[in-house]
């Protein structure tokens, strides 16, 4: 922004502060009043400029913060939405067929995988009673997962066999298997921001999604 002030407005300025100066003092004014007061108001109209062009660039800088903050937001939402499409497939799995296997499992996670490379793995995690959970475990070792218990976080970090509570809700399938074997088991009602979701998912019939958390295998994401 440009501001000029007129010469004849600045003569007009003057006249009345020397005036004022002059009967103040009992004096006439003396020659050097005009520059003083010229260069406080060259000082003034700086310092106004300054704040005007400041105030544009505070602005400009809040537009372009604003743009990127909702440009990010619609690019999430947009891979959030086509997460829950690539598997809202797995209902459907399920419902054909009384016992999905396991190798059946690995090769709907493997297409599903690898149409949206986003999803870093697949799991299936069965609501299991209390009063089931002996005969659960014996199921799956029986299956060949040696050792399989339903487990959670202890303090010092570590698994330890799950507390006693109403229900549980262990990983029991996978993939990608590799390195996600220790998964196997773990109860993730055992963590109360999980929990939250499946039992949303249990209660409602519908895909639930919680908000950003630690994954099992420490990395940050959602479930």
Not at 7 to 30: D, K, N, Y
Not at 43 to 70: G, H, K, M, P, Y
Not at 88 to 111: H, K, M, Q, T
Not at 126 to 132: E, L
Request: proline residues 5%.
């Amino acid at each position: 922004m440009q501001v000029f002030i007129p010469s004849l407005a600045l003569g007009w300025i003057q006249r009345p502060l020397l005036f004022a100066l002059s009967w103040f003092t009992g004096h006439r004014p003396f020659f050097c009043a005009p520059v003083i007061i010229v260069t406080v108001l060259g000082i003034a109209l700086s310092a106004l400029v300054l704040l005007t062009i400041a105030a544009q660039q505070r602005d400009a800088a809040w537009d372009i913060f604003a743009e990127q903050a909702q440009q990010s937001a619609s690019l999430i939402e947009d891979r959030v939405a086509r997460h829950i499409h690539s598997v809202s497939g797995i209902p459907a799995l399920y419902g054909a067929s009384n016992e999905v296997e396991r190798a059946e499992f690995a090769e709907f996670a493997r297409r599903t995988i690898a149409s949206d490379p986003g999803l870093a793995a697949l799991g299936f995690v069965p609501h299991i009673p209390a009063a089931d959970r002996a005969r659960f475990e014996a199921a799956a070792r029986a299956e060949g997962l040696a050792d399989f218990a339903i487990q959670e976080r202890g303090g010092d970090g570590g698994l330890v066999p799950a507390a006693v509570r109403e229900a549980f809700y262990p990983v029991f399938f996978v993939e990608p298997s590799a390195g996600r074997e220790g998964f196997l088991g773990f109860d993730l009602g055992s963590d109360p921001r999980r929990l939250e979701v499946l039992q949303r998912a249990r209660d409602t019939g519908q895909i639930s999604v919680s908000g950003s958390l630690e994954l099992l295998g420490g990395d940050t994401g959602i479930l």
